[in-house]
């Protein structure tokens, strides 16, 4: 009896055992069925922005100098830049940007002496020389950048490293807010070198938008490369501009540049920033942590393209560059003269 009734344990064990094997195999079946809804992955990978171009405007990166530093340190930077663009390309690569022709091409604000100088020697004549800036006397520069994760940093530390390791003239890059903080500090002594958008830098010397009065004390260096206006979203069902109305958007702190920019871009779509969206006030690093964490739906981030802080945005999943169309970009560019159409080649991100 004690035989049958092992015996017939084995049987329903052995039974059990291959039941159970069954309904793995029966239970792959589905999960091969649903094997379409997994390849969602490369769909959103080739909807994100390094799938298309995206059509933006942009602003100018420049380097602007106080008037009081020497007019030889100033040559020595031009030059040392400008004369190494290969092996500072290889080093980061918006070297590759740098050019001649752009770099002594602003009509704006008139240039230090020490660049006119070098530009002159290459044939490239600037609109205006600052009169009586370069006279002061030589000492260590400090140069003015941006945040960690923007490209001013990265870019600017480029630069201040080569002229530093290959002339007598010393720079040192540090942070900063961006473009309003170096205009301000330059102003205060206490950074001799900045990097500016093209619009801030008008605003401070015309006494306008972010500035209550005029900021005269400093001069262009160069043009350096294009800034675009990146409108950057995890959400693939915002395609345009106006499919931002009613999101939470990040448009910059109030009164920086960025959010210039924003306003600038959301009012030719006749969006208020104010009321037409849910406006969050964050500088790129944390725009980006909030996109990756799904606070926020969009954000605006002006920095030349590709951008420290969206590259490691992209890491983490699917991203996506929002374009303008032909219409509003040419209504913006009739109000606001000192943006350029610029279109950011598929595959930045």
């Known amino acids: 009896m004690k035989k049958k009734f092992s015996l017939l344990m084995a049987v329903l064990m052995l039974a059990m055992l291959l039941a159970g094997c069954g309904g793995d195999k029966g239970g792959s079946a589905p999960a091969d069925t649903s094997a379409p809804a997994d390849t969602s992955a490369p769909a959103d990978s080739g909807d994100s922005a390094v799938a298309e171009d995206t059509n933006t405007v942009a602003v100018g990166a420049v380097v602007i100098a106080r008037d009081d530093v020497p007019e030889e340190d100033i040559y020595a930077f031009t030059s040392a830049i400008f004369e190494n663009i290969e092996a500072i390309t290889e080093q980061h690569a918006k ?3 740098l050019d001649l022709d752009f770099a002594s091409s602003v009509t704006s604000v008139p240039y230090h002496p020490g660049a006119a100088k070098y530009f002159s020697e290459k044939g490239k004549e600037v609109a205006s020389v600052k009169d009586g800036a370069g006279s002061g006397d030589s000492k260590s520069l400090t140069f003015g950048t941006g945040g960690e994760s923007g490209t001013y940093y990265a870019f600017g530390g480029v630069l201040s490293n080569f002229v530093s390791n290959s002339t007598s003239v010393s720079v040192t890059a540090i942070t900063s807010g961006g473009s309003k903080e170096n205009i301000e500090n330059l102003a205060a002594g206490d ?4 990097f500016v958008q093209s619009d801030v830098m008008s605003y401070a010397y ?8 005029k900021v005269e004390n400093f001069s262009v260096v160069a043009a350096l490369y294009m800034e675009q206006v990146q409108i950057v979203t995890t959400n693939p069902d915002i395609k345009s ?5 009613g999101k939470s958007v990040s448009i910059g702190d109030r009164g920086s540049g960025v959010w210039f920019n924003a306003v600038d871009v959301l009012s030719a779509y006749d969006i208020d920033p104010d009321t037409g969206i849910s406006p969050v006030y964050l500088g790129f690093a944390d725009s980006t942590e909030n996109l990756k964490d799904k606070k926020i739906d969009a954000a605006f981030v002006v ?4 951008t420290t802080s969206i590259v490691d945005l992209a890491t ?3 991203v996506y560059l929002v374009s303008l169309d032909e219409e509003h970009t040419n209504a ?6 000192y943006y350029s159409a610029y279109t950011i080649p598929a595959g930045t991100y």
């Not at 950074?191 to 900045?194: C, E, F, H, K, S």
């Not at 501009?241 to 109305?245: E, F, H, I, S």
């Not at 913006?332 to 003269?337: A, D, I, N, R, Y």
């Open 95 to 97: 070297g590759g940007e």
């Open 303 to 306: 920095a030349g393209a590709p």
């Open 316 to 318: 983490s999943g699917p």
């Open 191 to 194: 950074v001799q070198l900045g």
């Open 206 to 213: 015309n006494g306008e938008r972010l500035f209550d009065a």
């Open 332 to 337: 913006l560019l009739e109000v606001s003269p």
């Open 241 to 245: 501009v106006a499919d931002l109305a």
